[in-house]
């Protein structure tokens, strides 16, 4: 059952653990039970805490890594178990960009892109026009003599996409790539990586530990926390109805809904003594409408409600909105009720006296 599905995956992770061992000291547990599957021609974004064990699930996929407990398959081969000639025909299929780039400062943008080519022995008249290709490709055709030194962030990760490019891979990891750019670069590159997903049909596996990189590009994500995978699916499934705390935290960051700040001082866990409010944050996805529904409850139920903030978003083509209100503390559990009864997604964030 699990060898038939992940030949039709591009990655699978099954039950893959990793420990590493320590002079003098109890193995670090950085992975456990880690199962997902990766299916080809998807943007799989991985999101987590700094230590959560992102990176190690990533460097697996090419073996920089090796499992000690369960397997990863790349295109159906068991990359833990693989060495020599068939561990370098993986890695040629999995290209890799990372944070700080890594380019080699004494070669040129051409000779970053041709390097990979070269250690494969491929003749120099094939490489020249490849990389020449690969270069218009991220749109650096006029910088392909200069140095990494006389190139910008975001020109330097377009290298490191080119020379990742270079052997031909079906898988492209990434390892927090757009970390180290500024917000306007971060989109650019994202873009890039969207449309090399799209024409070449490449598998995109990332790490990141910002919610809107995945909201700007994945089309699957997974959560890990404390070495656990805990929660995975499509992003946008993930976003309307996250499921763990931890997601839910990320989340908070990039819904772009903030109580204001007179509300979010006052805030507190359980009601006050006395009159109060419950502070709700409503979700709603695709086409579910909130204005009709608040006057609604309003109108049918006599429930007054306060809006605080809100605002809709984009993941892919899909839109989904976040608002958040509040109602008298006494009819909150009535007012959630109703709107869930709509297909709304509720969410109590604490009371206001
Ligand atoms: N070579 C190693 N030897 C010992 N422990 C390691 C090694 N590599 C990683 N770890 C530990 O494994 C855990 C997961 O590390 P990993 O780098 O995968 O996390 P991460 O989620 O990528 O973190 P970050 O976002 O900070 O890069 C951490 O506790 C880390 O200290």
Redesign the pocket.
């Known amino acids: 059952m699990r060898v038939e599905q992940a030949q039709g995956a591009a990655i699978t992770f099954d039950r893959v653990e990793k420990s590493?061992a320590?002079k003098g000291g109890a193995p670090?547990m950085?992975l456990a039970d880690c199962s997902l599957t990766v299916e080809p021609g998807t943007i799989t974004g991985i999101i987590?805490?700094?230590?959560?064990?992102?990176?190690?699930?990533l460097r697996m996929v090419n073996g920089l890594e090796r499992p000690t407990g369960g397997r990863v398959l790349v295109g159906g081969r068991d990359v833990g178990a693989a060495t020599g000639a068939e561990l370098r025909e993986i890695r040629r299929e999995v290209g890799m960009i990372f944070q700080h780039f890594n380019l080699l400062a004494s070669r040129t943008v051409f000779g970053n892109v041709a390097l990979p080519l070269e250690i494969a022995g491929r003749p120099k008249a094939e490489i020249r026009p490849r990389v020449e290709d690969l270069i218009a490709r991220v749109g650096l055709e006029a910088l392909a003599d200069r140095y990494p030194a006389e190139l910008s962030g975001g020109q330097k990760q377009r290298v490191g996409i080119a020379r990742a490019l270079a052997t031909g891979p079906k898988v492209l990891l990434s390892d927090?790539a757009t970390s180290a750019l500024d917000p306007e670069t971060t989109r650019t590159v994202l873009r890039l990586l969207a449309d090399i997903n799209r024409d070449l049909g490449l598998t995109i596996l990332l790490?990141t530990?910002e919610m809107g990189v995945l909201r700007d590009i994945a089309t699957h994500m997974a959560v890990?926390d404390g070495?656990r995978i805990v929660e995975a699916g499509p992003t946008y499934d993930i976003f309307v109805r996250p499921a763990h705390p931890t997601t839910r935290s990320f989340l908070s960051g990039v819904t772009g809904v903030t109580l204001p700040a007179f509300v979010a001082n006052r805030l507190r866990p359980a009601p006050p003594e006395g009159h109060s409010q419950e502070v709700i944050r409503i979700t709603f996805a695709g086409r579910h409408a909130t204005d009709p529904m608040l006057a609604r409850l309003t109108g049918e139920l006599g429930i007054a409600v306060n809006i605080l903030a809100g605002a809709i978003e984009e993941i892919g083509p899909h839109p989904f909105g976040n608002l958040l209100v509040s109602v008298e503390t006494g009819r909150g559990a009535e007012a959630r009720a109703y709107l869930e009864r709509h297909q709304l997604l509720t969410e109590v964030l604490g009371y206001v006296g």
Do not use: D, N, Y
């Open positions: 590493f320590q670090v950085a987590g805490r700094s230590g959560a064990g992102k990176s190690t699930l927090e790490i530990h890990i070495g």
